[in-house]
């Protein structure tokens, strides 16, 4: 089941190779090439949740475990618990609502088939990073993901889309870099690679010492990926001149990667490394908190202000991981989730507005689009309400456990620390109301002004049936996870218990 999840999106690209200049047949057949095969991915990923067995979440289920390079004892291992199952759910959904996005929203560029051949290829590391279950697996999985978005950036982007990618490119190669030589260094204390055993050991073999040089390198090269301030520099630009789908694909998945290997290596695998080093965590934490909330006050542009949002949002996970408590830790990985759905709706809405506009600068639009396209304002009105918090959302319970972790730290932690954390994240929390409710009473509310010239409004196209195929499941998901969040927590919490040891 596993390998079927990484072999149904890796044929398919392969089997696009030969298709050098389609003909006007095989456009179509293109089309519709995308959904068919991440929508079959998408089924094994729904069987793989049905064929779960809830009771015992904190094992790893569906493995498979060959060799791979024999001489060195590197194995093929790949597997699902309760922290990976959810986020393997996600990945797949994302990836097939991205394909049917593009089956009537086509970015620039042209190259369509090379397109669907990069997504196809992103899809397989994106699922690949969180089934590994071998350290040496999963930074190669890790690292598949860079080459495919840098050219969705590249290729499909904006104006600036050469400078963003490269800029992609060099800060997540040097942090994998560095991620490198802290998982060798795990490797050649322990002399395993093998992360279900490395797990279950909770550190033992490796002195206190080391741990914090591999927690200090292991998190440097997660963070980029995370991303922390003020390794998060990357960010704004990549989603700003992604298309649309990259800038979901990006927030929705690949942020997730840096966070998810915090709670499935960093924590558990170097518990006296991550003692030592999670007050520091907190800090720049609740510092990309602050930072991302006052940065999107200061935004004028709608893609720019949502990818420094995805700062704070993320801030938040962090904090939660730097807790080290099975709430902080849930917390975590509830808000990757919860933001992957929340954003990536942002996303997919923000490039709707632009296709509509011709632009995503604030001050351009005008205002009124509640009276111009009420659809679409409404919508936005509901990604922007669920991404700040608001009581029965999916994105409030992210944020209100990361703040409750963090009024009871784990022990060896500074309270009184971590109550200043949990302060300058509950003002991040009123911070993003206010840039969020700010904006919205730029763009949805108000008179309709008259369109610049160089803007085309046409108001007989609010929201077309392709995007509301897309947007629904995304829609469902955050008020179903916001009014039932056992959902998800019930997934996560056994697993997240056996990781931090707790009885």
């Not at 094992?59 to 194995?75: C, H, I, M, S």
């Amino acid at each position: 089941m596993v390998i079927g999840l990484l072999a149904v999106p890796l044929a398919g690209a392969a089997i696009l190779i030969p298709f050098r200049r389609p003909s006007s047949r095989q456009g179509q057949f293109l089309q519709w090439y995308g959904p068919v095969v991440s929508g079959l991915t998408l089924v094994l990923a729904l069987v793989l949740a049905v064929l779960f067995d809830y009771g015992h979440a904190a094992r790893t289920q569906l493995e498979v475990d060959r060799a791979w390079v024999p001489g060195l004892d590197l194995r093929f291992h790949l597997g699902v618990d309760g922290i990976s199952l959810p986020l393997v759910v996600l990945t797949a959904l994302l990836t097939f609502l991205c394909f049917l996005y593009l089956v009537r929203h086509k970015p620039e560029g042209g190259r369509f088939r090379a397109l669907v051949f990069t997504l196809l290829v992103l899809e397989v590391g994106m699922i690949g990073t969180f089934l590994a279950l071998d350290l040496l697996l999963f930074f190669v999985f890790f690292e598949i993901v860079l080459i495919p978005m840098y050219f969705v950036i590249a290729v499909w982007g904006g104006g600036e889309r050469r400078a963003a990618a490269v800029k992609f490119i060099l800060y997540t190669l040097l942090g994998s870099a560095v991620l490198l030589l802290g998982l060798l260094l795990i490797w050649a204390h322990t002399g395993t690679l093998d992360m279900v055993r490395l797990a279950h050991a909770h550190g033992a073999g490796m002195p206190r010492a080391v741990q914090i040089v591999a927690f200090l390198a292991v998190g440097l090269g997660l963070a980029v990926k995370a991303p922390m301030w003020p390794l998060h520099t990357w960010l704004p630009a990549a989603h700003t001149e992604a298309p649309t789908v990259g800038s979901v694909l990006l927030a929705g998945v690949l942020l997730k990667m840096g966070t998810y290997g915090f709670a499935r290596i960093a924590v558990p695998v170097l518990p006296e490394g991550a003692a030592a080093l999670a007050p520091w965590l907190g800090a720049f934490a609740v510092v990309g908190i602050m930072y991302g909330s006052l940065a999107c006050l200061a935004q004028r542009d709608l893609k720019r202000m949502i990818a420094y949002s995805s700062v704070g949002h993320m801030g938040f996970v962090l904090l939660g991981l730097a807790t080290l408590t099975p709430v902080g830790m849930n917390a975590a990985l509830f808000g990757n989730v919860a933001h992957g759905l929340i954003t990536g709706l942002l996303f997919f809405i923000a490039g709707a507005i632009k296709e509509r506009y011709g632009t995503a600068e604030m001050p351009r639009l005008g205002g009124g689009m509640l009276a111009r396209l009420p659809y679409l304002g409404s919508l936005l009105t509901f990604a922007c309400v669920a991404s700040l918090g608001l009581p029965g959302l999916a994105g409030f319970w992210g944020e209100m456990l990361a703040l409750l972790g963090a009024f009871h730290p784990a022990p060896g932690l500074s309270r009184p620390l971590f109550l200043v954390f949990m302060a300058v994240g509950g003002i991040g929390t009123v911070l993003t109301a206010a840039y969020f409710l700010l904006m919205l009473s730029r763009v949805t509310h108000g008179r309709p002004e008259e369109p610049a010239p160089s803007l085309v409004i046409p108001t007989e196209r609010d929201v077309t049936p392709y995007e509301l195929a897309a947007w629904t499941p995304l829609i469902v998901l955050t008020v179903a996870l916001g009014l039932w969040p056992k959902a998800l927590l019930a997934v996560t919490d056994p697993a997240v218990q056996a990781f931090l040891g707790a009885p």
